[in-house]
């Protein structure tokens, strides 16, 4: 399975905008590009998806890269509720759906 | 609220007790997931179920025993479990099994003493 690389952490402030990067240069073809997002004491939240033009959604944007081996997660203007564990995930189309979590990126909003 | 219930939220047990996990989903889809989440460890993936049918196992261990009796509904049954197993258990559903988004549960926070 192709892997996604992320910062362990980053910090943004309230009712800015927030980039938040995901690198993943084994990327195939096949694969969508997921976002998924944990807020504390919760399970995971779907985010958005992609696979090779950018998406639009009312939570977050996803940019993809022309190349795709790398692409960002846009929240517009942060809140305090976004500080969660946000987690780049690679998921072939038609096949099983088999989520690869790994250690995401822990995003902290200041007020 | 994300349509996925799971119950009890919180499960304290002893090494030699029996207890079951309960998920419910309603939302309409047909294929449910058990993930396993523990301290400082990524969300792993134990079990598939595509129509009430297991499509995927993970290495499980047998002390867990998952059972889909229809599309909505999903256990996991315990037994002789260890300490190390002691975890958040997240409840999933999607509407199929192919590249789409799973709608996650609140989990149930598992203690084995």
């Known amino acids: 399975d192709a892997k996604t690389t992320q910062p362990n952490s980053m910090e943004s402030n309230e009712e800015e905008p927030v980039h938040l990067p995901c690198n993943h240069s084994?990327?195939?073809?096949?694969?969508?590009i997921h976002w998924y997002r944990q807020l504390p004491s919760q399970g995971p939240e779907y985010v958005i998806h992609?696979?090779?033009s950018n998406v639009n959604n009312r939570m977050a944007s996803l940019a993809i890269a022309e190349d795709r081996k790398s692409s960002t997660l846009i929240l517009h203007r942060a809140t305090l509720r976004d500080a969660a564990v946000y987690y780049c995930?690679?998921?072939?189309?038609?096949?099983?759906?088999?989520?690869?979590f790994g250690q995401g990126t822990r995003l902290t909003i200041n007020p | 609220e994300t349509g996925v219930t799971q119950t009890p939220r919180h499960l304290v047990m002893g090494m030699t007790n029996k207890k079951s996990l309960k998920c419910e989903q309603h939302?309409?889809?047909?294929?449910m997931y058990w993930y396993k989440q523990s301290a400082k460890k990524p969300l792993e993936l134990m079990f598939v179920?595509?129509?009430?049918?297991?499509?995927e196992n993970n290495s499980v261990p047998s002390r867990f025993s998952p059972e889909c009796p229809n599309s909505s509904h999903l256990f996991l049954h315990l037994h002789t479990l260890q300490p190390e197993d002691s975890a958040l258990y997240l409840c999933?559903?999607?509407?199929?099994?192919?590249?789409?988004?799973?709608?996650f549960g609140p989990g149930t926070r598992l203690t084995v003493t």
């Open positions: 179920y595509n129509f009430k049918e297991q499509t």
């Open positions: 995930i690679l998921n072939k189309a038609g096949g099983a759906q088999k989520l690869v």
């Open positions: 084994t990327i195939s073809g096949t694969d969508y």
């Open positions: 992609g696979l090779t």
């Open positions: 999933a559903s999607s509407r199929g099994l192919a590249g789409v988004e799973q709608y």
């Open positions: 939302l309409g889809h047909n294929a």
